[in-house]
């Protein structure tokens, strides 16, 4: 593909880009190709993909045997619903429930993270109520600075203003809940002071609210959009043990955190927590086709077990949930997976990259904070010396200058107006050290070039 994507007489307004204000006329990148960690622009620059596109290209670009796994399934069957499920969806499902943490044995498939999270609500409300007929369970716990998606459903448990105030009202029934921001919110504290604090306000609000009202608490085991925020240990078995006390599902929003991203197949095992519900997507299929899934554990879809009279069946249909080229697809990218080891790869790189990240902080005060898991990193940017953000103006200057030095990485924008100071890093899992170097590398070029400027 050729550069003229992108002609000086190209209006900039007819393609309505997210998160993009059209206003300031700005050019956009124009990627036309990538391989490996890699990806080329319209005018033929390469970069690092320091974010794995959004957090979702777990094995990287140009598979092969990915497109050759979608291609002959679309030659063979391009389409059936679940109702009469393909060959795929099936093996898809077995595979899944094989690796998932074990308890969770029912999986649906989706099209979106946003569509497993409003999957994961209405299969936890619905499930409550006909375990709990004489209550009404409908509410659900949720994070601020959590975030579940764009869809209304999904952007209700969000708690990020930024997504949220231009179009609200959202659907009743949410309440938030701090998030386990030790550095922010509990500075001087240890983890397991923080996790006191944490626990007993949930607690609180469980009784405040009623736990005969509350259905579910959803939360990322890892906050990724909201910036990248890395509880307490001790935190989600103790958050995990609160909801048995009362009953309350545990759904966990594993979206970005599935798949090798932190290290383990699934971000909860990094503290053994097996949710009743989770959610997942991104690395499911490393992005090669749209594709999600729910899974659920046995007492969940026992919920939904009865007479055809009772009317107690899961009565929703995606037309595209399941479809057979993205499950074809997500199998192939689950076998690539396995087969290259790249959730241990995730956890030794990931340990390289932390490593250089926590020198970058020691280093220069601009960083005042470094957290993650794997191939999971925050770089919280502060004015030196305490916790004020680094304005919005400078952050961005940060990531113009990695992006003109070649390296892509993201930040958490649009989320709460004053907190968009952390740079998010989460590279394809197939990185190497090499690679990690350089993104290191370039990162603290990138940071010393705005800090000198002030
Ligand atoms: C944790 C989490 N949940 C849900 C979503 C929504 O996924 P999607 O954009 O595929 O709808 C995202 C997207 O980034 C996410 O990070």
């Given at each position: ?74 030659l063979r069957l391009p389409y059936t619903p679940l109702t009469r499920p393909s060959p795929p969806a099936l093996r898809l499902a077995e595979r899944l429930v094989g690796l998932l943490p074990a308890g ?266 470094v957290r993650g898991k794997g191939l999971m990193w925050g770089v919280e940017l502060v004015l030196p010396g305490g916790l004020e953000p680094l304005p919005a103006a400078k952050v961005n200057q940060v ?45 603290g070029e990138a940071v010393q070039a705005v800090q000198g400027q002030r």
């Open positions: 593909m050729s550069g003229n994507m992108v002609r000086p007489d190209w209006d900039l307004d007819v393609l309505w880009r997210p998160l993009t204000q059209h206003a300031s006329q700005q050019r956009p990148l124009v990627i036309v190709s990538g391989k490996g960690v890699r990806v080329v622009d319209s005018a033929g620059r390469e970069y690092i993909d320091a974010m794995a596109g959004i957090w979702c290209v777990n094995v990287g670009y140009g598979e092969e045997r990915i497109v050759r796994a979608a291609a002959e399934q679309m969770l044995r029912h999986v649906q498939f989706l099209n979106s993270g946003s569509e497993a999270v409003e999957d994961a609500l209405r299969v936890a409300r619905q499930a409550q109520r006909q375990r709990h007929p004489r209550e009404n369970r409908s509410k659900v716990i949720a994070r601020y600075r959590g975030y579940h998606g764009w869809t209304l459903g999904a952007l209700g448990a969000t708690g990020q203003v930024g997504r949220k105030e231009r179009v609200e009202p959202l659907l009743p029934g949410y309440v938030h809940i701090s998030p386990p921001d030790t550095f922010r919110l509990f500075a001087g504290l240890s983890p397991s002071e923080a996790t006191d604090r944490l626990l007993a306000e949930l607690e609180q609000t469980i009784e405040f609210e009623g736990p005969s009202t509350i259905a579910a608490m959803i939360g990322e085991p890892i906050i990724g959009g909201g910036g990248v925020i890395v509880p307490p240990d001790d935190y989600w078995p103790r958050v995990r043990q609160l909801c048995d006390r009362y009953d309350i599902l545990l759904i966990f929003d594993e979206v970005i955190t599935g798949f090798g991203r932190t290290g383990t197949w699934f971000g909860g095992q990094n503290w053994g927590v097996t949710p009743d519900i989770m959610t997942m997507a991104k690395g499911l299929s490393s992005g090669y086709m749209p594709l999600a899934a729910m899974a659920a554990s046995d007492a969940v879809f026992d919920a939904f077990k009865g007479q055809p009279a009772d009317g107690v069946e899961y009565a929703q249909i995606s037309t595209f949930g399941g479809h057979p080229v993205a499950c074809a697809a997500g199998l192939e990218n689950l076998r690539l997976l396995a087969e290259l080891n790249l959730v241990d790869n995730a956890a030794q790189m990931g340990a390289l990259f932390g490593a250089g990240l926590r020198a970058l902080r020691d280093k220069f005060p601009l960083i005042g904070d990531l113009a200058e990695l992006q003109k030095r070649g390296v892509l990485a993201g930040k958490n924008s649009s989320t709460v107006p004053r907190l968009e100071n952390v740079l998010t890093f989460a590279p394809p899992l197939i990185v190497k050290s090499e690679e990690i170097d350089q993104i290191v590398g370039t990162l």
